[in-house]
Structures are given as structure tokens and as C-alpha cells.
């Protein structure tokens, strides 16, 4: 570890008596005293980051001979003893806040005293919480299968810089909401492959290193997706034929789960004729297996594996199959953990 920088009372190492003054025999202990020094922890060299509500505890080595004085501040004041109390022994210092607050960030230093010698090092502590949430959202404009979104950003950081924000989508007939951007760093943006027909709702959280805000502002107006317009052919004209063949318009999102807790998996398909939906397993049929259920309605297609256990994990495939073509996605599903607690 790295030595602090230390001021000398004197530029030899050892304290020299007032001149003519004859040495007394204390003076010979000074060959068993020892400078002081602070043996400041790598991890602390760094921001000290803390969530509010945890506890603070920092243990930073000292060293000298006779036992050194040790003195904390904060910013350069003395610390509040009503939420900081500070314990000094023979070889360290420990630093503790109980429960720690924004208000308890600053930078905190460290001065080891003894004679006319100092050592001194700083600590930086941050105490950051969630963010506030975005503090508007309005749907600009829809146009096709897409829709334009513009926000605000929340009045309050939690004290730390923002990683971006999540955008989800939901249609009004399933209520379903789905991510369409994570950690997303504008403050506007356009969300396409909305299925024809649908109605839908946006709503966007903030995220920093704490999580996601508690909640989310949604849109005041809904956008529809309208149905193209029924053109009007003269006669000679053939009828413009809507069959299509199944396209997935949201894939399967890989995901991870622990033992024991029912997990879904939702994906979008369009097709004309309605296609028939098939789910597999490592490429195994799993269609009327008790474990699992599936369920279509509206294009939205859901799994719900119920109370998976070590062999469920695997490649999951949904399979949609019409008159014209087929089309799947895959998503890879892992079971890890203990039912007694979530990752």
C-alpha cells in the first residue's frame, strides 16, 4: 500500500532537543518510537459508494509509536457525532454511520498525529439512492407501425449520474407491458413494429447504478396503429389479397430464473390466416405437456413454465405455421439458484 505524505516538524528523522539543553534519559526512547502513517485500503483510494440505508465502515490502519492522535473531518469541518462516531485503537481507525444518507456524503480525511509529525488521507464517500421519474411523457406522432416519444428527465439523480432510460410499450387489449429500450440515452425515440390494429401506451423509467425509479409517467394518448384503408377497386381490377406469411414482430428474449418460480416467455407474430403456434423444447415438441402452458391471443404468444426445476433450462423455440410459410424464434432459458432466495 501506498504511504501518505506526512509533514515534518524537522528535517532529520529524530527530534532534536532545544539548544542547550542537555539530552534527559527519556530522550532515549525515541529509538523505539515510529513515525506516523496511514495505510490507506486500495479499495478506498477509489469513491466509497454506498445506497441510502447502508452502513458505513471503514477500518484504515495506522501506525506510530507512542500511540498517535487520530483526528477525522469532513470537508474540512468537524464530523456531526449525532450520525458519524469514529473509534480510534493502537493500529487503526474505524470510521461508522449506521445508516447512511445523501446528506452524509463528502470528503472525509484523516489526520494521524504524534509530536510535530502528521500523516493525513482522504476518503470520498457517496450516498446514492434511485432515481425520480422521468417527469413527463407524450406521444409526438404515430405514423405506419410506428410512434414517436418525447420525455423529460427526472428533477432528482439520486445523487449519481443516470445510465439511460427504458421505454416499454402495451396494448390496451392484453395490458401487457413489454421493454422495447434499456439504458436508452436520449430523451426522445421511435418505436416501430407495432402490430396493425392495436392501440398502445409508453411508458419510460430512469435508471442509475441503484435500479430503475419506483415508477413511471405513461402516455396521456393512446397510439393506433390503424388498419390500412379498404381501397375501392373499379371493375377490372383483382382484389389486393392480405395473406401473409408469419413474421415474427417481437422475438423471444433470453432470460435467466431461479428454482421454483414460474417464468413466462411472450413473443408477437403476424400472420394471415391465423397461424397455428407451436412450442418446443431442444427442438422437442411440447405441446399438451402439464408443465407448461401456452397461450395466443391477439398475435401475443406466452409460455408459462411453471415452477421450473434444473432440467428445464434449454433452447426454447415458438413456432408459428400457416398456409404460407412458417417462421420461429429461439430464446435460451437457464435455471440456476435456490428457491429460498432471487437473484
Known amino acids: 500500500m501506498e504511504q501518505n505524505s506526512m509533514q515534518h516538524a524537522h528535517p532529520l528523522n529524530s527530534p532534536v532537543p532545544p539548544t542547550g539543553s542537555s539530552p534527559c ?43 498517535p492522535q487520530a483526528i477525522w473531518t469532513r470537508d474540512g469541518c ?54 425520480g421519474p422521468p417527469q413527463s411523457i407524450k406521444l409526438v406522432d404515430v405514423w405506419g407501425s410506428s410512434a414517436t416519444l418525447e420525455w423529460t428527465p427526472p428533477q432528482d439523480l439520486g445523487n449519481t449520474a443516470l445510465l439511460g432510460y427504458t421505454v416499454q410499450k402495451a396494448d390496451t387489449k392484453s395490458g401487457l407491458w413489454f421493454t422495447v429500450l434499456e439504458r436508452y440515452h436520449r430523451t426522445s425515440c421511435t418505436v416501430s413494429n407495432l402490430i396493425v390494429g392495436n392501440s398502445y401506451a409508453f411508458r419510460v423509467f430512469a435508471e442509475n447504478q441503484c435500479g430503475l425509479s419506483e415508477n413511471a409517467p405513461v402516455t396521456a394518448d393512446l397510439a393506433h396503429i390503424q388498419k390500412a384503408a379498404t381501397v375501392y377497386k373499379t371493375e377490372g381490377f383483382a382484389q389486393r389479397d392480405f395473406s401473409e406469411a408469419p413474421k415474427f414482430t417481437q422475438p423471444l428474449a433470453d432470460c435467466t430464473t431461479v428454482i421454483g418460480y414460474d ?60 398456409a404460407l410459410g412458417e417462421a420461429s424464434v429461439d430464446c435460451r432459458v437457464a435455471v440456476t439458484g435456490s428457491p429460498h432466495h432471487c437473484i
Open 25 to 67: 534519559p527519556s530522550s532515549l526512547s525515541f529509538h523505539h518510537s515510529e513515525h506516523p502513517k496511514i495505510w490507506l485500503p486500495r479499495a478506498l483510494r477509489q469513491t466509497c459508494i454506498r445506497k441510502v440505508g447502508d452502513t458505513v465502515n471503514l477500518l484504515i490502519p495506522i501506525q506510530g509509536k507512542p500511540k
Open 78 to 131: 468537524a464530523l456531526d457525532t449525532s450520525r458519524v462516531s469514529v473509534r480510534n485503537g493502537e493500529r487503526d481507525s474505524i470510521l461508522f454511520i449506521r445508516e447512511a444518507q445523501r446528506a452524509d456524503s463528502g470528503r472525509y480525511q484523516l489526520s494521524v498525529q504524534l509530536g510535530g509529525l502528521e500523516a493525513t488521507a482522504t476518503v470520498d464517500i457517496l450516498v446514492i439512492e434511485r432515481p
Open 263 to 322: 417464468t413466462q416467455l411472450f413473443c408477437c407474430v403476424r400472420a394471415s390466416p391465423k397461424p397455428k403456434i407451436i412450442w418446443l423444447k431442444n427442438k422437442m415438441d411440447i405441446q399438451g405437456n402439464p408443465k407448461y402452458r401456452a397461450l395466443t391471443y391477439l398475435g401475443i404468444c406466452s409460455l408459462e413454465i411453471r415452477k421450473p426445476g434444473p432440467f428445464d433450462g434449454g433452447i426454447y423455440t415458438c413456432k408459428a405455421v400457416n
